[in-house]
């Protein structure tokens, strides 16, 4: 089980963990399930020649991803054409989770600042499942509390369904005591994207800073 972050984090409802020990479990399911349906579909997933990283696996063939239009925490329509030029981590959550999604992103923060000067040749993505809560103004608080630089997005449960089948991340809807205290189960794969804008491979727990730094630059240096 990963750490919880500090409490001075925004919207960390860490009482409610409590209550979700089977949901935790499901989720565990779930983020194998979405490493599963990123073998299965068709590819052959093996390390290129040239790169070797030790947080995940990288597709062999990237796979080409199908057009999207999700939002960003501005409000600005954020699509396929965004995530051309530049390498790029996706993780999904959202910014009721209780401990994994702020364990997670401060550990992104951590890697970031590990990355010097090669922070700036790609982009982390906060991709929330949860847009019936996650406004653009709550998406852009929650995010830029760990990082200025950290983009954050979502859009119609359509949208993320279609992406996440595309992408391979999978999520649930957990009813709560109250309409509203409702929790959601997610994959916890942070999600390559090359510079080509299609899908390069996974990054999977759990995560070792120097390892994900040193994966990350390889990327970045090797495979432009």
């Known amino acids: 089980m990963q750490p919880s972050c500090s409490k001075s984090a925004p919207r960390r409802?860490?009482?409610e963990f409590l209550n979700v020990s089977k949901g935790l479990l499901r989720w565990s399911l779930l983020a194998g399930l979405a490493v599963l349906i990123g073998i299965t579909a068709g590819l052959v997933v093996l390390h290129p020649a040239s790169v070797q990283i030790q947080s995940g696996t990288l597709l062999r063939q990237p796979r080409p991803i199908a057009d999207f239009s999700l939002?960003?925490?501005?409000?600005?329509?954020?699509?396929?054409?965004?995530?051309?030029?530049?390498?790029?981590?996706?993780?999904?959550?959202?910014?009721?989770?209780?401990?994994?999604?702020?364990?997670?992103?401060?550990?992104?923060?951590?890697v970031e600042k590990g990355l010097g000067v090669d922070a700036a040749r790609l982009r982390f993505v906060f991709l929330s499942i949860d847009p019936e809560r996650d406004t653009p103004e709550?998406?852009?608080?929650?995010?830029?509390?760990?990082?200025?630089?950290?983009?954050?997005?979502?859009?119609?449960?359509?949208?993320?369904?279609?992406?996440?089948?595309?992408?391979g991340f999978v999520y649930e809807k957990v009813p709560g005591q109250t309409p509203q205290t409702y929790l959601m189960d997610h994959s916890s794969a942070l999600i390559l994207i090359d510079p080509q804008a299609r899908l390069a491979g996974y990054l999977t727990p759990p995560f070792k800073t120097e390892s994900l730094i040193g994966d990350l630059k390889q990327l970045v240096e090797n495979l432009t």
Do not use: E
Not at 84 to 103: F, L
Not at 151 to 159: D, E, I, Y
């Open 138 to 167: 709550a998406l852009g608080q929650y995010t830029h509390y760990f990082s200025p630089d950290f983009l954050a997005v979502t859009g119609p449960n359509a949208q993320l369904d279609a992406l996440g089948a595309n992408l």
């Open 13 to 15: 409802r860490f009482g």
């Open 71 to 110: 939002a960003n925490s501005d409000g600005k329509p954020y699509t396929k054409a965004d995530l051309a030029g530049h390498w790029t981590v996706i993780y999904v959550g959202y910014t009721h989770c209780p401990d994994v999604c702020p364990t997670t992103l401060a550990q992104l923060k951590a």
